[in-house]
């Protein structure tokens, strides 16, 4: 494993430690989880969407590594 596939891995994980943080600072039991519900929600969809494009960025970059070992 090179060292980009490395950082990649290593930004997903964050990417999955900050979708965590934001659901433990607020719950659906929080008191201002009704106004900040929307922009939360947005927020963890884009992390997401940010994780699938590595993963697929991974993918290209793992292809790549088997490619040129052969």
Wanted: aromatic share 8%; hydrophobic share 35%; charged share 30%.
């Amino acid at each position: 494993m090179d060292d980009d596939t490395q950082e990649l891995i290593a930004i997903q994980q964050e990417l999955s430690g900050i979708s965590e943080r934001l659901r433990k600072i607020f719950p659906s039991t929080h008191p201002q989880f009704d106004d900040v519900f929307e922009d939360i929600g947005a927020a963890g969809y884009y992390i997401r969407e940010a994780g699938y494009r590595l993963e697929s960025v991974l993918k290209t970059v793992q292809g790549n590594e088997e490619t040129e070992v052969e």
